[in-house]
């Protein structure tokens, strides 16, 4: 049985600029994800550099971070049970010519490069990558607690 977790998703600056956040969003709450946090930012070049630092040296990473810093982005946090493996399987692979149909960069997707999501790959690197966009203070407590009032 999948323990409750959850993982840090981001729309990419090319899917905000396309007009795809509603639909992405859409995607992932069909799926059972609840979102507990979000917000829209444009990252400055040294946020995204130390974000993306296992990938620092790698021959994309200028790039990499000239395409992050480009525009802004909506950042997230979800929680599913096994929510980390759940988002990366509805995300897809990183090059969207090779993402399984139906998944959000197959769908949304342009290159390698504008994939237009990101998700956390690890419950670690979830946790540090939730930290890095979010306080505790602005996660709410678990939806799936949450009741919706029968009368306003
Ligand atoms: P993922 O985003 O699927 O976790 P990753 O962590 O390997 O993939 O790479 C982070 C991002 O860097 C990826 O979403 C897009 C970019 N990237 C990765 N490999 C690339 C390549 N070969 N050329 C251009 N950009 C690349
Ligand atoms: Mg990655």
């Not at 929510?83 to 290159?111: C, I, Q, S, W």
Request: a neutral charge; charged letters at 25%; aromatic letters at 10%.
């Amino acid at each position: 049985m999948n323990a409750l977790e959850r993982t840090l998703g981001l729309i990419k600056p090319d899917a905000v600029q396309a007009g795809h956040i509603g639909k992405i969003l859409d995607h992932i709450l069909m799926r059972g994800f609840r979102i507990v946090g979000m917000r829209m930012l444009r990252l400055s070049r040294t946020a995204a550099e130390n974000f993306y630092f296992m990938h620092r040296g790698r021959p994309f990473f200028e790039s990499l971070i000239d395409f992050i810093t480009s525009g802004p982005l909506v950042a997230f946090v979800l929680e599913r049970e096994g929510a980390v493996h759940a988002y990366r399987e509805l995300m897809g692979a990183t090059d969207p010519a090779k993402a399984a149909p139906g998944t959000l960069r197959a769908l949304f997707g342009t290159n390698v490069e504008r994939n237009a999501v990101h998700g956390s790959d690890s419950p670690e690197s979830a946790r540090r990558e939730i930290a890095f966009f979010f306080s505790e203070m602005e996660l709410m407590f678990p939806l799936v607690e949450q009741k919706i009032p029968a009368e306003l």
